[in-house]
């Protein structure tokens, strides 16, 4: 593999301020480059100081591979499809890594993992959960299905005697992703389960307590038998294995009343999103080749690449509205001619990033080689990449899609999710398939088939069924020379590409074409404007952020750009332009999935999308949003309720009242002798700590902290991780505490006298911090009080512990003042699951 050779560095400071330049003041879409995509080494050394050096890089590079095959593009024609992220836009991993020769990492986005054939046991569970870390330390996001996992209760035949079933390993799983680090970002990680595993409905409540399962996407891969079971009102067989014709388990629920469940949780938290599997099983090309290693077992951590044990893709994303010419004006049209050419180009740039991919492995298991650890200890990890060359080089998987589709639709004059602007949505989505269809076939012609082709395993494909009936010569000239790729087609989500390009994200419509935020200021400045000071003092300035889109629309349109309209003039302006009525939680969501489902027979993998709804919206709308994506024929369906789920953007209107809750009203003023409570570990460096947190209406009411898992620790079973009680048996409520919890077996164990177990320096700590949480300071006040605590070295463990710990329980949405984020230097944050996270950005910070 080539490295690229680079001699000058830039400071962060030059490479924001350049790149500011380039994206023409936009100083959160240079943040975002500077921070994620610019090359730089372990250092901290900058190697590129515009996205115009990215694009350079990645040009010379695939220009390298394409000089291997017959009829190149050159590195010129490259550059000018994928420079200013005007038509061409590799995603996330392949932006940052082709052509890097400072990080020994995948070019791939996701992956999914599993264990071929039965692997219900520990070594199994743990070969999986290493499988899971060592593809994220390389950058990936990672999928795996858990319905292998016997259902609680199974008998086993070791000390425990029954199996624990699927949820304890969700939180290994989850835990797991958040240990391991990615140059800035959390690791990405999507859990499934089939409906018809006896423990479906244990999965579908995981991640409904606070703080459990945060490192993960959960989602249910639902069947056509139970999704007619709800709709007739019948029973619905649930069994383990699930695909055995002889079970050993069988059980018989009420389809409807899981369903009310499922359709619960997601109005509440917006998960578990649904797979409809039948669907994806039935319409997918790869699966033509199950028996050879192809069979589909999950998804990636955003759903839109169902894949099998050990394959990966890597994605690719077209920018629609750089096709649209006089964009806002009743002259403006679509320049299909350029947009077929572009796809072609873009099938044989994603085909040239496999064999880039393939270096990089090579690269991979070098480094594990070279490695000083023992073969056994390596042994895991090499068979991993092993395994993901051969799928890689065997089946060629690409993953093309696009972005800015809500722009592209407005500067048609089209309106999102009228029937015209899904019927044009459809023609465009078409036109990709048979395009990057018709590219590979041509390149199957130059470069070979991929290794397993074989038309006759593909003939009665449903997919494959609608391309020959669409253009019957590009049918017949795969028959003859074959097709270079497996499968070619998604639609990502394209979040921080989407801030590059400056469009709306992927299929998605506009989120608000504009929006307000806020800025702190500091009053003395004599050009500061102060428009509101808040509780604490602060002084904010509000200013005015437009979709870069509407923007241009309103240049088109003669409107002047300021920052001081109005509530009223700001509806007004869009009122009058082609967003109106098509934002995100405009767009009806039942036409929404039709027209998911209309462009998904276009689609070979499948689509991200979200289907967004009002606070207010009810579970049975909820529901019939979900049966209308099934009937519709999306692969599947995730919702979201306004205000369900912390970390989005918010509209300028102002809150309503917040309601009593139980949570508003005050502690008793005297202890009960027993509370339930919580049991949280945490590690820091290399001291292993525990935390008991007695809880009063899943409040923080008090906090007991000490070594774990040593002789001079506090002694519990690493599985009690709830039905924990903390009983007070000293009249007085002072100091005498007895711990309990129920065994293996439903027994209550009692371990007495425990409080004398902590050092006394950290019971007294404790002590002082259950004072301030008795007497209802908020919980993100105590973490800063916590934290703002000047202790030895020594307890330093102990105080970032307790406030890790506390930080569970800060209610999601809480806003965070006189703090920045590390990623864009904002200061519009706030806890979500336990974690900081900017809402500007989307960045989150954990611990």
């Known amino acids: 593999m080539e490295a690229i050779q680079t001699t000058k560095t830039y400071s962060s400071d030059e490479a924001f301020q350049a790149s500011v330049q380039y994206f023409k003041g936009d100083d959160l879409a240079a943040r975002v480059w500077v921070n994620k995509y610019a090359l730089k080494d372990s250092y901290g050394n900058i190697f590129e100081a515009t996205p115009?050096?990215?694009?350079?890089?990645?040009?010379?590079?695939?220009?390298?591979?394409?000089?291997l095959y017959p009829n190149?593009?050159?590195?010129?024609?490259?550059?000018?499809?994928?420079?200013?992220?005007?038509?061409i836009i590799p995603q996330g991993s392949p932006m940052t890594g082709i052509g890097n020769p400072y990080q020994i990492a995948s070019l791939s986005n996701c992956f999914v993992?599993?264990?071929?054939?039965?692997?219900?046991?520990?070594?199994?569970?743990?070969?999986?959960?290493?499988?899971?870390?060592?593809?994220?330390?390389?950058?990936?996001?990672?999928?795996?299905?858990?319905?292998?996992?016997?259902p609680k209760g199974s008998p086993v035949k070791n000390s425990a005697l029954t199996s624990t079933g699927i949820v304890p390993f969700m939180e290994r799983f989850s835990n797991s992703t958040r240990e391991v680090a990615q140059d800035g970002r959390r690791g990405a990680l999507m859990l499934s389960v089939a409906i018809k595993h006896p423990d479906s409905e244990d999965f579908i409540d995981a991640k409904m307590e606070q703080g459990k399962v945060t490192g993960a996407n959960v989602s249910v891969r639902i069947d056509d038998a139970f999704m007619k079971a709800v709709e007739t009102g019948s029973s619905y067989i649930q069994q383990y294995p699930i695909n055995s014709v002889s079970p050993v388990y069988i059980k018989e629920i009420d389809a409807t009343?899981?369903?009310?469940?499922?359709?619960?949780?997601?109005?509440?938290?917006?998960?578990?999103?649904?797979?409809?599997?039948?669907?994806?099983?039935?319409?997918?090309?790869?699966?033509?080749?199950?028996?050879?290693?192809?069979?589909?077992?999950?998804?990636?951590?955003?759903?839109?690449?169902?894949?099998?044990?050990?394959?990966?893709?890597?994605?690719?994303?077209?920018?629609?509205?750089?096709?649209?010419?006089?964009?806002?004006?009743?002259?403006?049209?679509?320049?299909?001619?350029?947009?077929?050419?572009?796809?072609?180009?873009?099938?044989?740039?994603?085909?040239?990033?496999?064999?880039?991919e393939l270096e990089k492995i090579d690269a991979i298991l070098q480094k594990i080689d070279a490695d000083p650890e023992d073969e056994e200890v390596k042994r895991t990890e090499r068979?991993?990449?092993?395994?993901?060359?051969?799928?890689?080089?065997?089946?060629?998987?690409?993953?093309?899609?696009?972005?800015?589709?809500?722009?592209?639709?407005?500067?048609?004059?089209?309106?999102?999710?009228?029937?015209?602007?899904?019927?044009?949505?459809?023609?465009?989505?078409?036109?990709?398939?048979?395009?990057?269809?018709?590219?590979?076939?041509?390149?199957?012609?130059?470069?070979?088939?991929?290794?397993?082709?074989?038309?006759?395993?593909?003939?009665?494909?449903?997919?494959?069924?609608?391309?020959?009936?669409?253009?019957?010569?590009?049918?017949?000239?795969?028959?003859?020379?074959?097709?270079?790729?497996?499968?070619?087609?998604?639609?990502?989500?394209?979040?921080?590409?989407?801030?590059?390009?400056?469009?709306?994200?992927?299929?998605?419509?506009?989120?608000?074409?504009?929006?307000?935020?806020?800025?702190?200021?500091?009053?003395?400045?004599?050009?500061?404007r102060v428009d509101f000071v808040d509780e604490v003092g602060d002084s904010w300035e509000e200013y005015v952020v437009f979709h870069h889109r509407f923007k241009q629309w309103m240049e088109v349109k003669g409107h002047t750009i300021r920052s001081n309209y109005s509530e009223k003039e700001l509806d007004d302006l869009v009122k009058q332009s082609p967003y109106y009525k098509a934002t995100s939680n405009d767009v009806d969501y039942l036409k929404k999935v039709r027209m998911q489902g209309a462009i998904q027979k276009w689609v070979d993998h499948s689509?991200?999308?979200?289907?967004?709804?009002?606070?207010?919206?009810t579970e049975d709308i909820v529901g019939e949003c979900y049966m209308e994506a099934w009937k519709a024929g999306c692969k599947g369906v995730t919702v979201y309720r306004d205000g369900s789920r912390s970390g989005v953007l918010i509209s300028n209107s102002e809150k309503k009242e917040e309601a009593k809750t139980p949570s508003n009203t005050p502690f008793p003023t005297i202890r009960p002798q027993t509370l339930d409570a919580d049991v949280v570990r945490f590690q820091n460096k290399k001291d292993k700590w525990i935390a008991f947190i007695g809880l009063i209406d899943d409040r923080p009411y008090e906090?007991?902290?000490?070594?774990?898992?040593?002789?001079?620790?506090?002694?519990?079973?690493?599985?009690?991780?709830?039905?924990?009680?903390?009983?007070?048996?000293?009249?007085?409520?002072?100091?005498?505490?007895?711990?309990q919890y129920k065994n293996t077996r439903g027994y209550k164990t009692t371990i007495e006298g425990l409080s004398h177990k902590f050092n006394p320096e950290y019971w007294n700590y404790a002590k002082l911090i259950s004072s301030t949480?008795?007497?209802?300071?908020?919980?993100?006040?105590?973490?800063?009080?916590?934290?703002?605590?000047?202790?030895?070295?020594?307890?330093?463990?102990?105080?970032?512990?307790?406030?890790?710990?506390?930080k569970r329980y800060v209610p999601d949405g809480t806003e965070v003042k006189k703090q920045m984020c590390q990623n864009c230097n904002s200061t519009n944050l706030m806890y979500q699951e336990g974690c900081l996270t900017c809402k500007d950005c989307g960045s989150s910070k954990c611990g």
């Open 607 to 617: 689509i991200s999308v979200t289907i967004n709804m009002p606070n207010d919206v």
């Open 703 to 739: 906090i007991f902290t000490g070594f774990a898992d040593d002789e001079d620790g506090i002694l519990i079973p690493r599985w009690v991780n709830e039905g924990l009680i903390i009983k007070n048996r000293e009249a007085d409520g002072s100091s005498r505490y007895d711990f």
């Open 52 to 67: 115009d050096d990215m694009h350079r890089r990645i040009a010379k590079e695939i220009a390298r591979i394409e000089n």
């Open 383 to 528: 068979n991993l990449w092993v395994n993901i060359r051969i799928k890689a080089k065997e089946g060629r998987r690409t993953g093309i899609g696009i972005t800015a589709e809500g722009d592209m639709l407005a500067a048609l004059g089209l309106r999102y999710g009228s029937e015209e602007g899904t019927a044009f949505a459809v023609k465009i989505h078409k036109t990709v398939a048979l395009e990057a269809y018709r590219g590979s076939v041509h390149m199957a012609r130059e470069r070979g088939a991929f290794k397993i082709f074989d038309s006759e395993r593909e003939k009665n494909n449903p997919f494959i069924l609608r391309l020959k009936e669409a253009d019957a010569q590009l049918y017949y000239e795969m028959l003859e020379y074959g097709r270079r790729n497996i499968a070619l087609l998604t639609i990502a989500p394209t979040g921080t590409t989407s801030l590059m390009s400056q469009t709306t994200s992927g299929i998605e419509p506009v989120f608000l074409p504009v929006y307000k935020r806020r800025r702190k200021v500091n009053p003395n400045d004599k050009d500061a």
């Open 257 to 356: 009343a899981l369903w009310k469940k499922i359709v619960h949780n997601a109005w509440r938290s917006a998960e578990p999103g649904i797979l409809f599997w039948d669907t994806i099983i039935r319409e997918s090309v790869p699966d033509s080749y199950a028996d050879l290693g192809y069979a589909t077992v999950s998804t990636n951590p955003c759903g839109e690449i169902p894949l099998c044990p050990y394959d990966s893709c890597r994605l690719l994303a077209i920018n629609l509205f750089s096709y649209v010419e006089d964009a806002f004006t009743p002259q403006a049209r679509f320049n299909w001619d350029l947009f077929k050419k572009h796809i072609a180009a873009a099938q044989r740039m994603m085909d040239d990033i496999i064999d880039l």
């Open 773 to 806: 949480l008795r007497h209802g300071m908020p919980i993100e006040k105590v973490v800063d009080l916590i934290s703002s605590l000047q202790l030895d070295e020594s307890i330093n463990t102990w105080k970032n512990g307790v406030a890790r710990a506390l």
């Open 72 to 87: 190149p593009l050159s590195e010129t024609e490259i550059f000018d499809l994928i420079r200013d992220f005007k038509y």
């Open 113 to 150: 993992i599993g264990n071929n054939g039965p692997s219900d046991s520990y070594g199994g569970i743990m070969k999986v959960d290493q499988e899971q870390v060592q593809l994220m330390k390389r950058r990936g996001g990672v999928g795996h299905d858990l319905s292998y996992i016997r």
